[in-house]
């Protein structure tokens, strides 16, 4: 079958219902306004703005969306009686395209316990409530509510009565994720064969993700002849939440091979719906939800680092513009490989040699042993300090301190020249940083004026890169030195040193020319 012979899935989108229904997610109506706009970019087809009978609130950001958001069908909920109705229907009163959105438990035990109804009793409210809504609005969807712990006879009893009396959706909840992938399939496959008049209605799917299941199970029911599927921004909805509009989207888009079904949604607006709705639920993404969760698009390892370089369909199924994402991130840090670094290096402006590159690379491994995540400034600070470090006599190596308040610490610095280490203990000055510098001066032979120090953060975090930098007054020349490390002391000394270095090679600058540093 071809994309143009595709069938067409009705995206019923219920953020702003059963989504706020998740603990502590509450919208007010500015926020729902916005939320609602949002998914009209977004290209949904159904908009359930919320439940009119729950609140004067509700009420009124039904009203208010129906009103004012244009290019999608604006619905409200209700339970089946004749007030929930009236209110959806008052609520919706006088909008250009509006459903009232009928729902009623059939399963045992919502029959038993919590409606206290036979199943006749159920058959005839479920009709009263759909010919009710149907007065004040052509469009009615009626759930059965718990459809998926419902008796397959009743279920299509049910529905058939449903559509009888006017129903021109038939919505088949998996309300407490109960369902899986088969079995959801074969609910909605039963229906298909024995209610007589199903094609009269379109029939719908809405899942609950309590064994997580909730896009399983209702890609399944697709496959099975569903044709709208319910489903939230970020999966938010009572409990685990319901089925995520953008996993089910990219399904279907990214397997319309196998599907053969589209939506009208416009998928580069998933990224920004999905920070738009997080921030005002204030329900963060987890970093590896699929599609907009940070990770989707991230790769550390260096072996997938290096076949995204080459062809970014080796790890990729979906590209990160389709969904809203700028770009593909290959995240640098103790799993990447040289490939990557010099990617980044080239994307920073530094052009490395393959020595410089090793050089850098053996840093950048010790450095991400250090560090969760290592930023462009980190890199950046590691290839500057490697290219001052092309020239150095001595190389730091390491350092000990024993240090107590008031009392001179004592401080050991080792350093190499060749091949050969050289070690200086000594106890001195106002503190480690004195004492390290001036272990210098007696290892290096090399006694200069220290005109500038400043250290600062190369990137973010508590695990950051500090940035050390000095300036050394020597013979009339002003000489600078910089040092990156995790730890400030190191640094430091690092900066000191590579100034020293630069003393020792001569490649100074006569302080005249640099008045404003003085
Ligand atoms: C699966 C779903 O997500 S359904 C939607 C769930 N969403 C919500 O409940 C959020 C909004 N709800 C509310 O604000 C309130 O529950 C209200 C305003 C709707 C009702 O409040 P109250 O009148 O105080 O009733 P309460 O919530 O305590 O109990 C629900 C009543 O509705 C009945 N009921 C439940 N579903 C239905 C239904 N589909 N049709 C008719 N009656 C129903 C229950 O049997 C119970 O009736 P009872 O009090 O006679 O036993
Ligand atoms: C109102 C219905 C569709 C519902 O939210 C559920 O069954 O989960």
Partial sequence: MSTTEARRIIIFDTTLRDGEQSPGCSMNLDEKLEVAQALVD????????????????????????SHTVRGATICGLARCNEKDIDRAGEALKGAPDTR???????????????????????????????????????NIEFSPEDAARTEPDFLCRVVEAAIAAGATTVNIPDTVGYATPAHYGGVIRNLRERVPNIDKAVISVHC???LGLAVANSLSAIEAGAGQVECTINGLGERAGNCSLEEVVMALRTRH???????????????????????????????NK?????????????????????????????????????????VLGKHSGRAALAD????????????????VFEAFKKLADKKKEIYDGDIAALIEQR??????????????????????PTVTLTVRRGNEEQRQ??????????????????????????????????TRGKDAVAEAMVELEYNGQLYRGRGTSTDTVEASTCAQLNAINRIASGAGQPIAERPDQL
């Fill in 290 to 330: 699929a599609i907009v969760g940070r990770n989707a698009f991230a790769h550390e390892a260096g072996i997938h680092q290096d076949g995204m370089l080459k062809e970014r369909s080796t790890y990729e199924i979906m590209r990160p513009e389709d969904v809203g994402f700028t770009k593909t991130d290959l």
């Fill in 42 to 65: 977004l290209g949904v087809d159904v908009i359930e703005a919320g439940f009119p009978i729950a609140s004067p609130g509700d009420f009124e950001s039904v009203r208010r969306i």
């Fill in 425 to 458: 203990t000594e106890t001195y000055g106002d503190g480690p940083l004195d004492a390290l510098f001036h272990a210098i001066e007696t290892l290096t032979g090399i006694t200069a004026v220290l005109r500038d120090y400043r250290v600062q953060s190369a």
């Fill in 387 to 408: 290219n001052a470090e092309v020239f150095d006599a001595w190389q730091f190596v390491g350092y000990e301190i024993k240090a107590s308040s008031g009392e001179s």
């Fill in 208 to 210: 609950h993700n309590d």
């Fill in 344 to 359: 980044r290096a080239t994307a920073l402006g530094y052009h490395l040699t393959p020595e410089h590159l090793d050089s």
């Fill in 257 to 287: 091979d196998y599907y053969q079904a589209s939506t009208r949604i416009n998928t580069p607006r998933l990224v920004p719906t999905s920070r738009l709705v997080s921030g005002i639920t204030g329900m963060v993404v987890q970093r």
């Fill in 100 to 138: 009232i959105h009928v729902f009623l438990a059939t399963s045992a035990i919502h029959r038993e316990f919590k409606l206290r109804m036979g199943m006749d009793e159920i058959v005839e409210r479920a009709i009263a409530g759909v010919k009710r809504a149907r007065n004040l609005c052509d």
